[in-house]
């Protein structure tokens, strides 16, 4: 489904409301799925992308969960992936306010 998208966190600090109102959404094609190469299907989490064109806009969801629905509107929460440090895994809470995008709205940009 195509949506607008402002992630809410930055590497698992949750942003002001006041930073939040000025950032300008991503557009791209929310994909959620079990979908992973040789893995169980029956047990593997959710996993959570924006796309365009195959293209990856954000860093996916891991363990990815739809925490909210109204009008047009959803939460998307999981966790984010941000590479390896020299120690550890760079894994951070996310989440993703996502509106829905209409037929209309997509066919003016």
């Given at each position: ?7 809410l ?16 959404p991503i ?9 992973r ?11 959570a ?9 954000l860093?996916?969801l891991?363990?990815?969960?739809v ?8 939460i998307?929460?999981?966790i ?6 020299d120690?550890?895994?760079q ?8 509106r ?8 003016r940009?």
């Amino acid at each position: 489904m195509l949506v607008d998208v402002i992630p809410l966190r930055h590497r698992g600090q949750r942003l002001p409301a006041a930073t939040l109102r000025m950032r300008t959404p991503i557009r791209g094609q929310l994909w959620i799925t079990r979908f992973r190469p040789a893995v169980d299907k029956d047990t593997t989490p959710l996993l959570a992308a924006l796309l365009r064109e195959r293209e990856s806009l954000l860093p996916p969801l891991d363990w990815a969960e739809v925490r909210t629905v109204r009008s047009w509107q959803l939460i998307v929460t999981g966790i984010e992936d941000l590479g390896f440090s020299d120690k550890a895994p760079q894994l951070f809470r996310q989440s993703w306010w996502c509106r829905v995008v209409t037929d209309s709205e997509a066919l003016r940009r």
